[in-house]
């Protein structure tokens, strides 16, 4: 059974840094693309950042480009989001996901439906 558990959200101040991890079990993360998407109150869910499985190609919403890096390291089994400069707009629910579909080493998707696992979710505040 794939599990995806989350960990590294919290309350930070405007302009602050976090970093999200997702620890996978029970999967060789490897052969899968991942992602990290978000959710805030009264919203759908939208993606963040998307990954390959080697790592070798990403995606980025323009929201978030130049302030987060999304990076994975394989023979831990663990996916990073690192948040920097975060604005109050970053104030969500955050899920990791992954991608079991397609196996090209630079192949990622930034549809919701895609990912077949998801994390727990971890939540991100973002206030003065």
């Known amino acids: 059974q794939v599990q995806l558990v989350q960990s590294g959200g919290g309350l930070v101040e405007p302009g602050g840094s976090l970093r999200l991890s997702c620890t996978a079990s029970?999967?060789?993360?490897?052969?899968?693309?991942m992602a990290w998407f978000r959710q805030a109150p009264e919203k759908g869910r939208e993606i963040v950042a998307a990954?390959?499985?080697?790592?070798?190609?990403?995606y980025y919403a323009d929201s978030v480009k130049g302030r987060f890096a999304i990076s994975r390291d394989n023979d831990k089994s663990t996916l990073y989001l690192q948040m920097n400069s975060l604005k109050p707009e970053d104030t969500a629910v955050y899920y990791c996901?992954?991608?079991?579909?397609?196996?090209?080493?630079?192949?990622?998707?930034?549809?919701?439906?895609?990912?077949?696992?998801w994390g727990q979710g971890t939540q991100v505040t973002v206030s003065a």
């Open positions: 029970d999967v060789v993360l490897d052969n899968w693309s």
């Open positions: 990954i390959s499985r080697t790592g070798s190609a990403t």
């Open positions: 996901a992954l991608d079991r579909t397609h196996y090209s080493p630079t192949y990622y998707s930034t549809a919701e439906q895609s990912y077949d696992y």
